[in-house]
């Protein structure tokens, strides 16, 4: 079975060169990606039908990732960082929640001239500079290697900052969970975030994320970042197409392309709490205030990471 799971990633991988891999176990899009290359997933948004089988795919891969909160919550003071409870309404698919890390958005926009309803998965763009993670107080959230970014569930005292700095607002809290439970209850954060984390476990083992994997349309592409960005603009000229995130933020790790403009998308898209637009981004991290408040946070980061561990170990041994 591991056999076959790794011989579609590299098939979907499209990548060639991989057959002079065949002796390894491990798929080249993945090796690439163990070996700290920025690994990149292209969205071709014409073939996506909605079918959310990538919704639920993502949700049955990552459920043990998923929050059990202790009720009732410890009560706050001050009140500043108000309760978000999902627990009840983890069927949500409509929008991203803690339960939720990825939604299929729709449009309907003229396409060659026909009404035409378009469906775009969205998720984290696993930026290649995430204020996310340069901005998170507590070193909660870091970049792995190959580009993905992810949240520390051990380390996260939900105080949403991530959230606030973070172009598209993906993270989402859920409260009762986590370190603020047995360090700060009443004082700090108020839960833990969630988002999309790229399946990176299974990454590192050679396997496709959930959501690429499932795929009956194989909408998705993943690869190194040179070889997508070089598919994903022979892609846009084939079809006359647009682009999205290979600039955005200044650069992410996921790259839309359509056949009408983003601009008509963004238009065309509901919007709001838990689901992102599509407008022009610009480089936020270049921005010298944000890369001088990286650095002061520096410091509490190291601490809490290493909280964190001790929590991490103490909740193991019980
Ligand atoms: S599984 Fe594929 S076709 Fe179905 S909604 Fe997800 S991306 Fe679109
Ligand atoms: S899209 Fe938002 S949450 Fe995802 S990596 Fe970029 S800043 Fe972080
Ligand atoms: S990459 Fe994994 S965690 Fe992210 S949306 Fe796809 S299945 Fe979910």
Same mark, same amino acid.
Request: some cysteine.
């Given at each position: 079975?591991?056999?076959?799971?790794?011989?579609?990633?590299?098939?979907?991988?499209?990548?060639?060169?991989?057959?002079?891999?065949?002796?390894?176990?491990?798929?080249?899009?993945?090796?690439?990606?163990?070996?700290?290359?920025?690994?990149?997933?292209?969205?071709?948004?014409?073939?996506?039908?909605?079918?959310?089988?990538?919704?639920?795919?993502?949700?049955?891969?990552?459920?043990?990732?998923?929050?059990?909160?202790?009720?009732?919550?410890?009560?706050?003071?001050?009140?500043?960082?108000?309760?978000?409870?999902?627990?009840?309404?983890?069927?949500?698919?409509?929008?991203?929640?803690?339960?939720?890390?990825?939604?299929?958005?729709?449009?309907?926009?003229?396409?060659?001239?026909?009404?035409?309803?378009?469906?775009?998965?969205?998720?984290?763009?696993?930026?290649?500079?995430?204020?996310?993670?340069?901005?998170?107080?507590?070193?909660?959230?870091?970049?792995?290697?190959?580009?993905?970014?992810?949240?520390?569930?051990?380390?996260?005292?939900?105080?949403?900052?991530?959230?606030?700095?973070?172009?598209? /607002?993906?993270?989402?809290?859920?409260?009762?969970?986590?370190?603020?439970?047995?360090?700060?209850?009443?004082?700090?954060?108020?839960?833990?975030?969630?988002?999309?984390?790229?399946?990176?476990?299974?990454?590192?083992?050679?396997?496709?994320?959930?959501?690429?994997?499932?795929?009956?349309?194989?909408?998705?592409?993943?690869?190194?970042?040179?070889?997508?960005?070089?598919?994903? /603009?022979?892609?846009?000229?084939?079809?006359?197409?647009?682009?999205?995130?290979?600039?955005?933020?200044?650069?992410?790790?996921?790259?839309?392309?359509?056949?009408?403009?983003?601009?008509?998308?963004?238009?065309?898209?509901?919007?709001?709490?838990?689901?992102? /637009?599509?407008?022009?981004?610009?480089?936020?991290?270049?921005?010298?205030?944000?890369?001088?408040?990286?650095?002061?946070?520096?410091?509490?980061?190291?601490?809490?990471?290493?909280?964190?561990?001790?929590?991490?170990?103490?909740?193991?041994?019980?």
């Amino acid at each position: 079975m591991a056999k076959e799971i790794s011989r579609r990633s590299f098939l979907k991988g499209g990548l060639a060169a991989a057959c002079t891999l065949a002796a390894t176990s491990m798929p080249e899009w993945a090796s690439a990606a163990n070996n700290k290359q920025q690994l990149v997933t292209l969205l071709d948004i014409r073939k996506c039908i909605g079918c959310e089988a990538c919704v639920e795919a993502c949700s049955e891969a990552n459920t043990d990732k998923y929050p059990n909160p202790k009720k009732p919550f410890p009560k706050m003071y001050p009140d500043r960082v108000p309760v978000m409870d999902w627990s009840d309404k983890r069927d949500v698919t409509d929008r991203l929640t803690p339960y939720n890390w990825v939604y299929i958005q729709s449009a309907t926009v003229e396409v060659d001239g026909e009404e035409t309803e378009i469906t775009i998965p969205r998720r984290c763009m696993h930026c290649i500079n995430p204020p996310c993670v340069k901005l998170c107080p507590w070193g909660a959230a870091r970049q792995l290697s190959n580009g993905t970014s992810r949240i520390d569930s051990d380390i996260c005292m939900g105080g949403s900052k991530c959230k606030a700095v973070c172009p598209w /607002h993906i993270p989402e809290r859920q409260t009762g969970v986590g370190l603020y439970l047995d360090i700060l209850p009443s004082l700090a954060g108020n839960g833990v975030m969630y988002k999309c984390d790229r399946c990176y476990n299974q990454i590192a083992d050679g396997e496709l994320p959930a959501c690429i994997e499932v795929c009956p349309e194989d909408v998705q592409t993943i690869g190194p970042r040179d070889e997508i960005i070089k598919q994903a /603009h022979a892609l846009a000229k084939e079809i006359n197409g647009y682009i999205y995130g290979e600039k955005e933020n200044g650069g992410t790790n996921t790259i839309y392309v359509s056949p009408v403009p983003f601009e008509k998308l963004n238009k065309a898209i509901e919007k709001g709490k838990g689901k992102p /637009h599509f407008k022009p981004v610009k480089d936020t991290m270049a921005d010298a205030n944000n890369l001088a408040a990286a650095m002061v946070f520096a410091p509490v980061a190291g601490v809490a990471a290493a909280v964190g561990k001790f929590y991490k170990m103490t909740k193991t041994d019980e």
